[in-house]
Each structure stands twice: as structure tokens, then as C-alpha cells.
Nanobody, 125 residues
Framework: QVQLVESGGGLVQPGGSLRLSCAAS????????MGWFRQAPGKQRELVAA???????FYTDSVKGRFTISRDNAKNTVYLQMNSLSAEDTAVYYC???????????????????WGHGTQVTVSS
């Protein structure tokens, strides 16, 4: 399993931007499909964005056009650039990875092998 550590969360005003980073160690990062999930208070965890080993990307509808997921295999890091943030984006954001990818399974958050501990993103004026 790969070990994952998120960073970059914090407090930002509505309309602002943040970039989350997730550093991986302990395994060959390039073979892992990676994703960002979030969990808001009182809500279920949801898949926000995913990037495959081949660079294919997926975004949940609510973040399309505002968030961008990317990866740098040389740095063993996956990023989530978040723009035009609103209060509805307030959540704990988790990085996750697995050597196997299925959009339906990742949306169901089933059998994803590696998880970070999360980083808090708060959007508030």
C-alpha cells in the first residue's frame, strides 16, 4: 500500500482558491490511480475528482470547471487546484489511491486501498 499525506487546506474566502497536495510514499506511485474525496459535516463522503495512471480525469458535477486534478509522478504527488470556492465546498478533503480503478466502485467508495488522514477546507467570509 502507498502512504498518503495531504496538505494545503485552510480557511479561504468565497471566490478564493486553494491547492491541495497529496504526497505519496512507500510504493510505486505511478501505478496508482488517485482521487480526492470530501466529507462535509453531516454528509456522506463523496468522490470529488480522480486521475488514472494514464492521465484520464473524472470530476463530480458540482466541481466541473472549478477544480483541476493533476499528478506529478516524478514528485509522487497528486494535486487538486480549487478555484471559485463557495461555502458548499467546505469539507475535510481526503486523498486516496488504488492500483485498480472503476468509476462506479470509486463513486461508491468501495475497496479503495490507501487513504490519507484528510485536510480541512473551510470557505467562509
Amino acid at each position: 500500500q502507498v502512504q498518503l499525506v495531504e496538505s494545503g487546506g485552510g480557511l479561504v474566502q468565497p471566490g478564493g482558491s486553494l491547492r491541495l497536495s497529496c504526497a505519496a510514499s512507500g510504493s510505486i506511485f505511478s501505478i496508482y490511480h488517485m482521487g480526492w474525496f470530501r466529507q462535509a459535516p453531516g454528509k456522506q463522503r463523496e468522490l470529488v475528482a480522480a486521475i488514472t495512471t494514464g492521465g484520464g480525469t473524472f470530476y463530480t458535477d458540482s466541481v466541473k470547471g472549478r477544480f483541476t486534478i493533476s499528478r506529478d509522478n516524478a514528485k509522487n504527488t497528486v494535486y487538486l487546484q480549487m478555484n471559485s470556492l463557495s461555502a458548499e465546498d467546505t469539507a475535510v478533503y481526503y486523498c486516496a489511491g488504488d492500483a485498480s480503478f472503476s468509476l462506479s466502485r470509486w463513486r461508491a467508495i468501495t475497496n479503495i486501498g490507501s487513504w490519507g488522514h484528510g485536510t480541512q477546507v473551510t470557505v467562509s467570509s
